[in-house]
């Protein structure tokens, strides 16, 4: 989030009180949506060869206040008042930027709830250079949200930064979704010697900035040994209390070598098959597809790392109860589950993100099934030709594919039909 800070050692905040219990401040007394009370202060972002400062995190401060960031953005999540702060930490995040005069090149990142207003990210585009700092996690509960405002982001001249990777391992198959300009890594994965699940993380991320040629950005440098590791890991940029603690911008050198932002992701295509080469497509029972379709959803139980699993049955008819079985025990290991299909609510199925299709959309037309890992894409893609008869003669037009832009554009339309999850709703 926005009020996100960089902690001292060993420092490992929990949940916070807000409701008046002894030791909690008294809300009611804090103006924490007050503008006048957020201020930015800006972690540098270091060039870990050069020693540059390329960039800028900021971070959100209520100096008159008595209340940290996690307490504020704790109390605003309770209050069903997330976006309103988020959108004025922004504010003052680029209302900061905009005092100093920044050197060409120059990256202020600016921590981005999924669902918030970035116009603040781009109004000031022909000044300062924003990132837009995300978590993966908010891919699991607002998908569609999520991958509009990315889009929209990106067409403005924003970056894309994916914040906290690693932290929960599960969750790497995210990132050809997000498709970051840079990958900021967890700092327990600075920090701590590396273990069997850490080395599975920093195989996948590093096989991801080598296809994307993303940027990877180590968090919360503060030792020689910290900076040795993070090198160690990949990293070619840094931040952390090693170089230099937030605090206001001031006027930087110019810099040789500024962070560079990737291509980005292909637009929102309708639906699976209407990105296909129709010079490809085949037509096969299905019967024949079933086979297929299976070997793909395996992928979900035998990969290393979890991937995601996306599928489009048409009609909640076709997503029968031995089907419903299958995709229990992915959910059970994959971090994302999704079955779409007329009549299919959103939680019809413990652990599956279930979605509804509208009357008129051409997804009830097909049949599809995707499976994204942090190693592996692969998808069917197939569009029912309307025959009558036995259910498994029925005939459709597909293709298999495995080519990774193709496969994610198909996740991607699947994704964009998903409701978000409620948001947690507490009485005050």
Partial sequence: ?????????????????????????DWGAL?????????????????????????AEALARWPQLTVTPDMAFEYARHAQRIEELDLLCQQAAVEGSLQVPLPEGFKVFVNVEPGSDV?????AS??????????????????????????????????????????????????????????????????????RDQARILTAVAAYAERSGATILAEGIETHAHLEQAMALGATLGQGWYFSRPG???????????????????EFVDTPFSLLDHSKVRIASKGMLLAISRHIEDQGLGLETPPI??????????????????????????????????????????GIRGADLATADTLRGEWTVVVVGTHYAGALIARDLGDGGPDLERRFEFALTHDHESVLSAARSLLGRIKPIARYVHAL
Wanted: aromatic share 6%.
């Fill in 119 to 123: 116009e603040n990210l781009t109004r």
């Fill in 126 to 195: 022909n000044r300062i250079k924003t990132v837009a700092e995300i978590t993966e996690r908010a891919l699991l509960h607002n998908p569609a949200e999520l991958l509009s405002s990315i889009r929209t982001m990106r067409r403005r001249g924003c970056g894309i930064a994916l914040s906290h990777v690693g932290s929960v391992p599960d969750t790497l198959a995210m990132l050809p979704f997000v498709a970051p300009d840079v990958i900021k890594l967890d700092i327990s994965l600075v920090r701590g010697w590396p273990n």
């Fill in 248 to 266: 206001p911008l001031r006027e930087f050198p110019p810099i040789t070598r500024s962070i560079g932002l990737v291509a980005p992701q292909s």
């Fill in 309 to 350: 699993v996306l599928a489009a049955f048409q009609d909640s008819s076709r997503f029968t109860p031995a089907t419903a079985r299958r995709y229990r025990a992915l959910a059970a290991r994959c971090p994302l589950v999704v079955a779409l299909g007329a009549g299919i609510g959103p939680f019809d199925f413990p």
């Fill in 1 to 25: 989030m926005t009020g996100a800070a960089e902690r001292p050692p060993g420092h490992h905040p929990g949940s916070v009180d807000v409701h008046g219990h002894a030791g909690a401040p």
């Fill in 31 to 55: 103006p924490i949506f007050d503008p006048v009370q957020i201020t930015s202060v800006y972690q540098p972002i270091v060039d870990l060869e050069t020693r540059e400062i390329v960039g």
